[in-house]
C-alpha cells in the first residue's frame, strides 16, 4: 500500500520552521530554476538548509539551492523556497507540494510560485514574463495528483473547485505593477507536465491546440495544494526558451539558466511591487 503524508507530518515540518526563525512570514515565495537570485533581495534572513526539515523534498536539480529564507521584502514577512523538487526527480507529489502545506499550516495567506518555461504561444521570446491565469493540469490528467489519497477535511475538500485558483485580486496586482514599472507583462495558460525530457516537436503542437501557451515542469501541483488549503496563489513563468514546434532547434538546461540572469531583475520588480501593496 502507498505511504501518503498525514498532517502530522505536514506539522512535524511546520513546527521546525517555527522553531527556526524570528520571523512570522505572511506570504511564500517558491524560486524556480535559474530565479535563486532573487532570494538575495530578502532581508534578515534566517536560512534553513532544506535537508535539516523533516520530510522536506531535496532538490538535485543544478539552478536549485535547497534552502529556505524567511526574512523582509518589502516590509512584508516572506518564507521564501530557493529550489523546489520535482516529480521527475522521483519525489511523489506529496512531498513536492509539502513546503505548500508547511505554508498553509504557518498561517500563511498567499504564495508567489515561479518558474522557469518555454513558450508555446508564438509570440512570447526568452526574458519575457507571464502571469499564469490558468493552467492545464496535463500531470493530474494522467492520475498524478498530490491530493491523490485520504483526503484530511481540516486541510481542505475532497473535491476543491479550480475554477479561480489564480487569485483574480492578486493577478490585479501584478498587471498594476507591470503598467506602472513600464515592464509587459503577458497573461496566459501554463501546462505542466512530468519531465524530465523537454517536448517533442508534436507534443508541443498538441499542447498549443490544447490551449497551452507556456510549458514547464512544475508548479500545478503547487498551485492545486495552495488552492485547496485556502492560500491565495499567484503564478508568473519566466519564458526561457521558445519551444520548439517545428523540430529546428534543440532545447537545454544551460538556456534555461542563462535565461533566469534576464528574469530575475524583472520577476524582483513584479514580486517586490506586489508585497508592497498587499
Ligand atoms: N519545456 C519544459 N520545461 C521547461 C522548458 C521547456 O521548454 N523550459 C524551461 N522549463
Known amino acids: 500500500m502507498e505511504q501518503f503524508l498525514t498532517r502530522a507530518e505536514f506539522q512535524e515540518a511546520a513546527d521546525y520552521v517555527r522553531a527556526h526563525t524570528r520571523h512570522q512570514p505572511r506570504v511564500g515565495l517558491v524560486l524556480g ?3 535563486g537570485g532573487l532570494a538575495d533581495a530578502v532581508e534578515d534572513a534566517d536560512i534553513l538548509q532544506c535537508s535539516d ?3 522536506w523534498p531535496k532538490s538535485t536539480v543544478e539552478g536549485h539551492a535547497g534552502r529556505v529564507l524567511i526574512g523582509k521584502l518589502e516590509g512584508q514577512s516572506v518564507l521564501v523556497q530557493q529550489g523546489r523538487a520535482h516529480f521527475y526527480e522521483g519525489h511523489d507529489l506529496q512531498h513536492v507540494t509539502l513546503p505548500i502545506r ?7 495567506e498567499a504564495v508567489i510560485l515561479t518558474n522557469a518555461a518555454g513558450a508555446i504561444h508564438p509570440d ?5 514574463v507571464m502571469l499564469i491565469t490558468d493552467h492545464i493540469n496535463f500531470m493530474g490528467m494522467a492520475g498524478f ?13 475532497r473535491f476543491p473547485d479550480m475554477s479561480r485558483t489564480y ?21 496566459g495558460v501554463y501546462v505542466g507536465l512530468s519531465g524530465p525530457t523537454f517536448e517533442s516537436p508534436a507534443d508541443l ?5 490544447a490551449g497551452a501557451d507556456a510549458v514547464g515542469m512544475s508548479t500545478v501541483p503547487e498551485a492545486v495544494v495552495a488552492h485547496h488549503g485556502g492560500v491565495r496563489v499567484l503564478g508568473f513563468s519566466g519564458i ?3 519551444a520548439n514546434l517545428d523540430g529546428s532547434t534543440i532545447t537545454t538546461h544551460q538556456e534555461v539558466l542563462d535565461a533566469g540572469l534576464v528574469i530575475t531583475p524583472r520577476l524582483t520588480t513584479l514580486v517586490r511591487g506586489v508585497l508592497g501593496r498587499l
Open 102 to 108: 508547511v505554508m498553509q499550516l504557518l498561517g500563511m
Open 53 to 55: 526539515i523533516p520530510h
Open 205 to 209: 503542437r498538441f499542447l498549443r491546440t
Open 124 to 128: 512570447y521570446v526568452p526574458g519575457d
Open 145 to 157: 495528483s498530490p491530493l491523490r489519497g485520504p483526503n484530511d477535511p481540516t486541510l481542505g475538500p
Open 240 to 242: 526561457s526558451n521558445k
Open 167 to 187: 487569485d483574480p485580486a492578486l493577478c490585479d496586482l501584478a498587471r498594476a505593477v507591470a503598467r506602472e514599472n513600464g515592464l509587459t507583462l503577458h497573461e
Open 33 to 35: 530554476s535559474g530565479l
